[in-house]
């Protein structure tokens, strides 16, 4: 059984028992997160999609940890002035586990 949700601008395909990094949210680990955006669901015989979402349907996650993505190097520069800049960023994430999903 999968799920299709919709978070932060983003679409995700998640299943249960799943972990992964979604937008950043001040949250302690432990904390369930209830995902109530559902856009369409798969079990075992049927396939259900919303006109746009799922009604009664969510999907609830618990909170692992604060996370940092790759460093990204941001480089500016102008030709035949001798300005140059070099800065990085690291986006923060919040893991967290799927643990149930509903139909409702």
Do not use: N, W
Request: aromatic share 4%; proline share 3%.
């Amino acid at each position: 059984m999968y799920a299709i949700i919709s978070d932060g601008g983003q679409q995700l395909k998640v299943a249960e028992g799943q972990e992964l990094d979604i937008d950043y949210r001040d949250l302690p680990a432990g904390e369930k997160i209830v995902f109530d955006r559902v856009l369409a669901c798969r079990d075992d015989d049927q396939l259900m999609v919303g006109q746009p979402v799922l009604e009664g349907a969510s999907v609830t996650a618990e909170v692992l940890s604060m996370t940092q993505g790759p460093k990204l190097v941001v480089q500016k520069a102008l030709r035949r002035k001798g300005y140059r800049r070099k800065t990085g960023h690291r986006q923060l994430y919040t893991r967290v586990k799927i643990s149930k999903i509903e139909l409702g």
